[in-house]
């Protein structure tokens, strides 16, 4: 019954609707366009070195000749996976944190909240930026696990408060007494309680992971080459904004869009999943 109260004020929501409308397009035009475009992301027309926008090439070319439709779509394909795995992992990490240390407290709250106050006062942006060149012959994947591990500290605190307060729910208490174990409680009793608070946080999420690695690859401490995402496109391309200004236009609108879109769906959400909520 919530699930259908929350769906209905969803699909009323007008911000919702615009920014998934607006995701489900850019998501296609990132798995699907490449295929009605002439050229390979990899391909090179060395006819068409900073050629502007033409019917042959529909969005321009870079300085070595690559398309910048097929080259910007690639990077975009790269932004959302790395921005849904940060944000799925940093999400993970705050509900499982978070539940447990509010869930046991006494010295298990004491050690997991010590390591989130370090965590907030170590220089993430400084961190990823020592670690990551000394990565760069390793996968990717690596660069979303750096991108997590500082993703998840402020709502691990907030779902530790909240998990305070269901610990001493009559469900909660009935479960522990029937002698179902303490970590099946909190995955069956505590956490799908805290599902609202988690699917924002991961939402909002996606788009913090999208514009931090679109930041770091700026100053090439993200996406290695010849890999590309739109944070290494807008770096190439803001050398040459103003005589090729291309180069810059498509990832720099490409990466508004996707973040506009998904944050519009968050606050939809958010909206959507309070029960203060008009009806």
Do not use: C
Not at 6 to 16: F, T, W
Not at 22 to 47: I, N, R, S
Request: no cysteine; aromatic share 12%; charged share 15%.
């Amino acid at each position: 019954m919530r699930s259908k109260v929350v769906l209905a004020r969803l699909v009323r929501n007008r911000q919702a609707r615009y920014g998934s409308i607006a995701l489900l397009l850019l998501v296609l035009l990132a798995y699907v366009g490449p295929f009605f475009g002439q050229y390979e992301w990899t391909d090179k027309d060395f006819m068409a070195f900073l050629s502007p926008p033409s019917a042959d090439h529909w969005w321009g070319t870079t300085t070595i000749g690559q398309d910048m439709y097929a080259i910007t779509l690639r990077g975009m394909q790269k932004s959302i996976i790395i921005g849904l795995l940060t944000a799925l992992i940093a999400t993970t990490l705050a509900a499982i944190v978070g539940a447990f240390a509010g869930y046991f407290g006494g010295w298990v709250d004491r050690v997991l909240m010590w390591g989130v106050d370090l965590l907030l006062v170590l220089p993430s942006f400084l961190i990823i930026a020592i670690v990551s060149p000394r990565l760069k012959n390793a996968s990717w994947l690596w660069f979303v696990v750096l991108l997590a591990v500082f993703a998840w500290m402020i709502t691990s605190r907030v779902v530790r408060s909240m998990t305070l307060s269901l610990r001493e729910r009559e469900y909660v208490q009935a479960a522990r007494y029937m002698g179902i174990p303490q970590w099946k409680i909190i995955f069956r009793h505590v956490v799908p309680n805290l599902s609202s608070l988690l699917i924002i946080d991961a939402t909002l999420n996606v788009s913090g992971a999208v514009i931090g690695e679109a930041a770091l690859s700026f100053f090439g401490f993200g996406i290695q080459p010849p890999d590309v995402s739109l944070g290494t496109l807008i770096a190439e391309g803001a050398r040459n904004a103003t005589g090729y200004p291309w180069l810059f236009v498509f990832p720099s609108g490409m990466l508004v869009a996707l973040v506009l879109s998904i944050n519009l769906i968050g606050d939809g959400l958010r909206d959507a999943l309070d029960p203060g909520s008009n009806t």
